[in-house]
């Protein structure tokens, strides 16, 4: 195979001009997308670090020790994601999910929990907030997380082998301390916990079934998630992806699996149960989920918006530009003219490019000016 040459390009200066708002806005609970995807789900990236240089995530031949992160002004600061999150809240989103980068390098993070628990949906009840953590730090934190107000953890996972977990981290991070995470987590009462591997085929696909004997019947549901074209410095090829359906037959041969319903509309992981000696599912014994955003896309009923640290919507995990919300927060807009330039932006959505993908030119599926996933999250 030739050389492969990583586009350099930082898409974080990027940005669409923000709609105009909209001059009424629509009832809570009613806004649509032009394929009439509602807004629930809200992911919120409070950083643009990590701590980990995952070969499928942040590369260190160009994230290395000499990459320039956002300067700290440039950050959304908590009352400023407090105040995005309770304007989103009120068209429609109840679900939250703190992600980054590494959202535990962020500095005081319990307080920005603290301030988005006292946050209602329309209906008056308490937000579904969640994080998602390489674990790396979680067993120091997780009692304060709980203490602030957060529902629950998604801790990334690609091998139980320490070997070949610290080779896929590439910071020589050993999987014992993840782990451990994970057990003081659960400690803490952050549950359900759930624990996400990306498959690659040729580097973690042997861990498959270690993985699912590993964390059948402890409580912890287990996503396998395909590999993806993700941002544009991760070298994407589609030989490296381990179809979801080829993934099931190697648990199949191993496990009985009975199919289970979505939990909530929109939800990613296609699930399956356990079964018990009865032949039906055992709870005891827990389930696993495929992310199948290659194969088998989910776009038609995507309702999750992506907030940068530092401010931008985005409206697809592929997108390549997002939309500023930050000079409205600091350029004096009330909050009618926010929810109004949100409500805009939602509006004129029209993004399904996993289902695309197949026929998208090969420049636009190797990468393109594609924003990479450690600024706005998985």
Not at 318 to 335: E, H, P, V
């Amino acid at each position: 195979m030739g050389e492969q040459i990583i586009p350099l390009v930082d898409a974080r200066q990027r940005a669409l001009a923000t709609p105009t708002p909209l001059q009424a806005l629509p009832a809570p609970g009613t806004l649509r997308d032009t394929r009439g995807r509602p807004l629930r789900d809200l992911r919120i990236s409070v950083t643009d670090r990590c701590n980990f240089r995952c070969t499928y995530c942040m590369p260190k031949e160009v994230f290395g020790s000499d990459y320039q992160y956002l300067p700290q002004a440039a950050l959304l600061s908590f009352e400023e994601i407090t105040r995005l999150a309770r304007l989103f809240i009120g068209l429609g989103v109840h679900k939250l999910r703190l992600t980054g980068g590494e959202p535990l390098l962020r500095k005081g993070i319990e307080g920005l929990i603290e301030q988005l628990s006292a946050l209602r949906t329309l209906d008056g009840q308490p937000l579904d907030i969640t994080l998602t953590t390489n674990g790396s730090l979680l067993a120091r934190k997780a009692k304060a997380l709980k203490a602030a107000g957060l529902k629950r953890v998604t801790v990334s996972l690609d091998s139980l082998q320490d070997e070949v977990f610290r080779r896929m981290n590439d910071v020589d991070f050993p999987v014992a301390e993840v782990l451990a995470g994970i057990e003081a987590a659960r400690a803490a009462g952050l549950a359900p916990i759930k624990v996400n591997m990306v498959v690659k085929r040729g580097t973690n696909e042997h861990e498959i079934l270690p993985m699912a004997r590993h964390f059948r019947g402890s409580g912890i549901a287990l996503r396998f998630i395909e590999y993806m074209d993700v941002g544009a410095t991760n070298r994407w090829r589609m030989d490296e992806v381990l179809p979801s359906s080829e993934l099931l037959k190697r648990l199949q041969a191993e496990f009985a699996l009975l199919p289970l319903a979505h939990s909530a509309v929109g939800e990613t992981a296609e699930r399956w149960g356990y079964a018990g000696a009865d032949g039906r599912h055992d709870p005891a014994l827990g389930e696993i989920g495929l992310i199948s955003s290659v194969t088998r896309a989910f776009c038609g009923d995507c309702n999750r918006a992506r907030l940068s640290t530092e401010g931008q919507v985005y409206l697809c995990l592929f997108a390549g530009a997002g939309y500023d919300l930050r000079a409205l927060l600091r350029g004096g807009a009330s909050d009618e003219q926010i929810a109004g330039a949100i409500a805009a932006i939602w509006q004129g959505r029209s993004d399904r490019y996993s289902e695309l993908r197949a026929s998208l030119p090969p420049d636009a599926q190797a990468g393109g000016r594609r924003i990479e996933m450690s600024y706005i999250g998985g």
